[in-house]
């Protein structure tokens, strides 16, 4: 691939705030699907191997020392996808590695809050809000179950 190409890609996808892995996969699906190869169903399966949860949990979170309040709108054992207003402040960049931060949320049988490193894996700006759908990573087993007893049974 060209530098010229690898430039107009990263600019690209910093304007549709996806990482360059997530926008090729959006171009390429769309192509196939425009040319037949693929149909519309075979797009929509889930890559995921726990099922997600559709939620409204208010959430923590911290990235780079900074705290911003959002909501979690669907969980499954390998991550979330949370939104904030606008109006929060939350920054992402799509240029290179997008940033791991932490997720916290009240467990309220325990009277207690959880934290979870995440990584994001894609930002989509849905004209109010910001949404950011990341993945758990170095998860402690304890953790994750009292996400499945609290939120996901």
Not at 24 to 29: G, M, T
Not at 102 to 120: F, H, R, S, Y
């Amino acid at each position: 691939m060209s530098r010229r190409v690898r430039e107009a890609l990263r600019k690209a996808a910093f304007k549709e705030r996806r990482t360059v892995a997530s926008l090729l996969d959006k171009i390429v699906a769309d192509y196939l699907l425009k040319e037949g190869f693929l149909k519309d169903p075979e797009l929509s399966t889930e890559r995921r191997t726990s099922p997600r949860k559709k939620l409204a949990i208010p959430a923590k979170t911290v990235l780079e020392n900074e705290t911003f309040r959002g909501v979690i709108l669907n969980m499954s054992m390998g991550g979330v996808l949370i939104t904030y207003p606008k109006a929060s402040g939350i920054r992402f960049t799509s240029v290179g590695e997008l940033m791991p931060f932490e997720v916290c949320l009240d467990i309220p049988k325990e009277k207690t809050e959880i934290c979870l490193d995440c990584q994001a894996r894609h930002i989509r700006d849905t004209g109010g809000e910001i949404e950011i759908g990341a993945a758990f990573i170095n998860a402690e087993r304890d953790r994750l179950q009292k996400l499945t007893t609290t939120y996901l049974a």
